[in-house]
C-alpha cells in the first residue's frame, strides 16, 4: 500500500534514519519533504518506434497506476541534461509526506573525515581553461552569447559513503535549497571493479535552484545566474556580494536566462509576473543572482512534467542558443554529464510538482564518486575566474564528506 501522510514536520536526524541506500528517494524543499521506500513501476526505456514524449509516457505510467487502485501515485527520479538519454523515473512502494524539516538541535551535524582518496579531474586545470578561451573565441565570431562549461572530479574513495550522514549534512546547512538523493540503476562505466558493480548507485546533492513548481495554475521558477564565492571574512563576504549585484557581465548572465525562462512559461499561462531585476540570495558556499517568477496557467492539465521540459536546459546550465550550446559542450567537455544539469523531483497524479535544477550534486556507486560543477562563460569571463569558480561549487558536495581543498590530495590531471 501506498501511504501518504498528512505533511507534518519532520526531525531531520529520525527522518535520515529510515532512509535505505539503493531503495529509498529522498527529496526536500522549504515547502515539503518526501521520503518514498521501494518501487512499484518504473518508466521503461523507449524502443526506436515510440514516438510518443516523456510527459505521455509518465501519463501512461500514472494512468496504469490508478487503474490498479494507486489513485495517490507519485512519480520521483531525474531527468538527464540530454533528453535523448533515458530518463530515471519510477513510482515507489510507499511514500511519505512532510512538511520542511526540522533540526532540533543548534549544534552542526557531525560529518565524516575521509582520508587515502585519490581525485582525477575531467577535464583538468589547463584543459578546461582552453574550453573557455575557445567558447569565448565562439562568442566574438557570434556563433552564440552563452555556453556553461562544466567539469568533474572522479573520485576513489577507501569505502563506500554513507548516504543518510551526508543528506543530513546537505539539508542543514542548504534549508532553504533542494536536497536530494536518487537511486539509479547500474551503470558499469562509472568503475571497472565488480564489488563497484554489484553495489548501489545514487546521485545526491543540494541544489540552489529551482525550476519550477506546481500546485493547481500556480506555478514558480526561481533561475539562478550569476555566481561568486562566499568569504568566510564578513566584511569581505559583503563586498562580493555587492560587487556580484552590480557586476554587468554577471546581470547580463542573468538576464539572458530570465528572458528564456519566461518566453518559455509565456505560452502557458494567463498571467506571469517577473521581477525588473535580480536579488542576492546565498549558499554556504555561494552568492547567486535570482529572479522569482510566478505564473498562473491558462489550463490545469498542464503539469509540472510539461513546465520542465518546456524550460530544460535553461541557459543556467546550457547556454544560449541553446542548439549552438549543446553542440559546444558536446565538442569540448571530455565527458558525459548524465544526470548532472538535469532535472530532479517528483509529479503527482494531479500533475502538481516541484522539480530542481540538477547541480552541486554527485554520483557515488561503492568506492567511486563523480562530482560535478560548472560555470556559464558570456563576454567579459576569464578563463581563470571561471576555474575558480567551479572549485567553489565543489565545495557543497566536498564540504558534506569532510573533503576540503587544504586537505592532501592525490590529483592526476589528464
Known amino acids: 500500500m501506498l501511504r501518504y501522510d498528512a505533511p507534518t514536520a519532520a526531525e531531520a536526524a529520525k527522518l535520515m534514519e529510515l532512509y535505505r541506500s539503493g531503495s529509498s528517494f529522498f527529496f526536500s524543499s522549504p515547502r515539503k519533504t518526501l521520503l518514498t521506500h521501494g518501487e512499484y513501476s518504473r ?15 509518465v501519463a501512461e505510467l500514472l494512468g496504469a497506476a490508478k487503474q490498479a487502485g494507486r489513485t495517490e501515485a507519485v512519480v520521483v527520479g531525474a531527468i538527464p541534461f540530454n533528453t535523448l538519454q533515458p530518463a530515471n523515473l519510477f513510482i515507489p512502494l510507499t511514500a511519505q509526506w512532510y512538511d520542511s524539516l526540522q533540526f532540533t538541535t543548534g549544534e552542526a ?84 571493479s565488480p564489488d ?42 559583503e563586498r562580493r556580494a555587492a560587487a556580484l549585484l552590480s557586476s554587468a557581465k554577471d546581470r547580463y548572465e542573468h538576464a539572458v536566462v530570465i528572458d528564456a ?60 542558443p541553446s542548439d549552438a550550446a549543446r553542440n559546444v559542450i558536446q565538442e569540448i567537455e571530455p565527458f558525459d554529464r548524465g544526470f548532472y544539469s538535469g532535472a530532479v523531483g517528483w509529479l503527482d497524479a494531479n500533475g502538481d510538482g516541484e522539480w530542481a535544477v540538477t547541480i552541486r550534486c554527485a554520483e557515488t556507486e561503492g568506492q567511486f564518486m563523480r562530482v560535478f560543477a560548472g560555470a556559464g562563460i558570456v563576454t567579459g569571463s576569464d578563463a581563470d575566474a571561471e576555474l575558480a569558480e567551479t572549485s567553489a561549487k565543489f565545495r557543497t558536495i566536498l564540504a558534506a564528506m569532510g ?8 590529483l592526476k590531471e589528464e
Open 196 to 237: 563497484a558493480i554489484a553495489s548501489t548507485r545514487t546521485l545526491f546533492g543540494a541544489s540552489p535552484e529551482l525550476l519550477v513548481t506546481k500546485k493547481g495554475l500556480r506555478i514558480q521558477a526561481n533561475p539562478l545566474a550569476g555566481s561568486a564565492a562566499r568569504s568566510e571574512d564578513p566584511v569581505e563576504d
Open 109 to 192: 551535524p557531525e560529518r565524516p573525515q575521509i582520508s587515502g582518496y585519490e581525485v582525477q579531474p575531467v577535464p583538468g586545470p589547463t584543459q578546461f581553461k582552453q574550453g573557455v578561451d575557445r567558447v569565448l573565441e565562439l562568442i566574438r565570431q557570434d556563433v552564440l552569447q552563452k555556453a556553461v562549461l562544466s567539469r568533474t572530479l572522479y573520485i576513489h574513495l577507501p569505502q563506500a559513503l554513507q548516504i543518510p550522514q551526508i543528506l543530513y549534512h546537505l539539508a542543514y546547512y542548504h534549508a532553504h535549497g533542494y536536497t536530494f538523493a536518487v537511486p539509479l540503476l547500474p551503470e558499469l562505466s562509472l568503475s571497472t
Open 261 to 320: 525562462v519566461a518566453a518559455a512559461l509565456q505560452p502557458y499561462c494567463s498571467k506571469l509576473d517577473v521581477p525588473p531585476g535580480p536579488s542576492l540570495i546565498q549558499t554556504k558556499a555561494m552568492w547567486h543572482l535570482s529572479t522569482e517568477i510566478n505564473g498562473v496557467l491558462k489550463d490545469d492539465a498542464v503539469t509540472s512534467l510539461d513546465l520542465a521540459l518546456a524550460m530544460h536546459p535553461t541557459p543556467a546550465i546550457c547556454g544560449t
Open 43 to 57: 518508466l521503461s526505456i523507449p524502443s526506436g518506434n515510440d514516438n510518443r514524449s516523456l510527459p505521455e509516457r
Open 403 to 410: 573533503l576540503n581543498e587544504q586537505q592532501p590530495m592525490t
